[in-house]
């Protein structure tokens, strides 16, 4: 059974920086790429970042590139959002996630449908 846990989430104010983390288990961790979506309220899922299995390649939505980092230590079973200069549009519930292909080779990361195991969420309030 996978199982994810996000911590890090709280109340910040803008143009501060939060860091995120995704606790990994029941699956071999170091074999499978990584997401970060987040959901405001009455809105959709969005992508934010991933990673690939390896940590060779990330990737980003516009939204989050120059601002957040996404990285993994796969000894840790753990991957991470780094969050600089945040915006009160920032504010949501952000989840990790997990790729559903093992040693996925391929670059399809921002659609929600590639993944198959979420984590309960942390909230990030970003205050104007």
């Known amino acids: 059974q996978v199982q994810l846990v996000e911590s890090g989430g709280g109340l910040v104010q803008a143009g501060g920086s939060l860091r995120l983390s995704c606790a990994h288990s029941g699956r071999t961790f170091s074999t499978y790429g990584m997401g970060w979506f987040r959901q405001a309220p009455g809105k959709e899922r969005d992508f934010v970042a991933a990673?690939?299995?390896?940590?060779?390649?990330?990737y980003y939505a516009d939204s989050a590139k120059g601002r957040f980092t996404i990285s993994r230590d796969n000894a840790k079973n753990t991957v991470y959002l780094q969050m600089n200069s945040l915006k009160p549009e920032d504010t949501a519930v952000y989840y990790c996630a997990v790729h559903r292909r093992q040693y996925y080779s391929g670059t399809v990361y921002s659609l929600t449908n590639m993944y198959d195991y979420w984590g309960q969420g942390t909230q990030v309030t970003v205050s104007s």
């Open positions: 990673i690939n299995w390896s940590g060779s390649s990330t």
